[in-house]
């Protein structure tokens, strides 16, 4: 209750608000002092199709600025009973039969959105990947390329320019059958298309093997403290002129960091979790040897514990 000015009684009483009315009406005298009143509280109706549905949300979508018609369209559902079934039926064979120019890029948007579900990719790294495939396709010269390797390779770009890179591999296990060939290809397909339309070099971003540790470590259930350590190793790896890529480095640290602790992982776990094949791990593991002493933190491992070291 709140108190309000009644003319009837000439003084402030307290006041009741009917919201099914709108009405704000004297608790004294049953005066209407206001009446139809905008309630700004939220609406919680439901406008659902199903009876079952209990979604408060009366609003569509966001807009979407890559779609000719804003995402804003209207589309006719299929009927849920009897009744109304032959004009519902009859509008969506009228609607099938108009052209949709964005049915195409919604498609792919929508699978675009499940591949960056299921890697778990913020929803940055999604509208980057749906902003270069909206460009490729602007071009019109990805017709009769490799949909989903196409789709893939745009996440992928994405990841690498939005500083969260992923794996080849990574991307290939969501990618709807698309080998890590097709990926490669469609890739530097997409690249120089971009460049061709803006002139100029597309920004990938650099690669570093501190990108894949935390994620790497967390597939083998590493602890705090030994994921704490090859997040060291490898930063300071990258003083040194070591020929692999990336992420066989970072495979190569793990190995390493968990041969000195109590938990240690088989190669093969390791190559399973980090997509590395056990002969790389081998090679990088090599290459890294003679610099592990300037490389693994001091407080993790004791110079007699790096002795102990399987010897390449």
């Known amino acids: 209750m709140a108190d309000a000015f009644c003319s009837d009684c000439k003084r402030h009483t307290e006041v009741v608000f009917d919201h099914s009315a709108g ?28 009876s079952g549905d209990n979604d408060p949300v009366r609003v569509g979508g966001p807009t979407n600025p890559l779609l000719a018609d804003g995402g804003l369209s209207t589309v006719i559902a299929k009927p849920n009973g009897a009744s109304g079934e032959f004009l519902s039926s009859s509008l969506g064979r009228w609607q099938n039969r108009g052209s949709n120019p964005d049915r195409g890029l919604i498609l792919a948007f929508k699978t675009i959105a499940t591949m960056s579900d299921r890697l778990g990719l913020v929803a940055t790294i999604k509208d980057r990947a749906n902003e270069i495939y909206k460009k490729v396709e602007d071009q019109k010269s990805s017709r009769g390329r490799n949909q989903d390797a196409l789709l893939a390779a745009c996440l992928y770009i994405a990841c690498r320019q939005e500083d969260k890179p992923r794996t080849v591999k990574e991307i290939c296990s969501v990618a709807n059958g698309a080998t890590k060939k097709e990926i490669g290809r469609a890739k530097e397909y997409i690249v120089k298309q971009l460049g061709l339309e803006t002139g100029q070099s597309v920004e990938m971003g650099t690669i570093h093997a501190g990108d894949f540790m935390r994620r790497f470590c967390s597939n083998l259930g590493m602890n705090n403290q030994a994921v704490k350590a090859a997040q060291e190793a490898v930063q300071k790896s990258e003083e ?34 980090t997509g590395v094949a056990e002969g790389t791990i081998r090679n990088s593991y090599k290459d890294l040897y003679p610099h592990v002493s300037k490389i693994i933190p001091n407080w993790y491992a004791k110079e007699e514990d790096l002795k102990n070291l399987i010897s390449p």
């Open 23 to 50: 009405d704000t009406v004297c608790s004294e005298c049953g005066l209407v002092l206001e009446s139809h009143s905008i309630d700004e509280t939220s609406e919680w109706r439901t406008f659902a199709n199903e």
């Open 240 to 273: 040194f002129d070591i020929r692999r890529s990336p992420i066989s480095i970072a495979a190569a640290v793990i190995y390493i960091i968990t041969q000195l602790s109590d938990d240690k992982k088989p190669l093969r776990d390791i190559s399973v979790a």
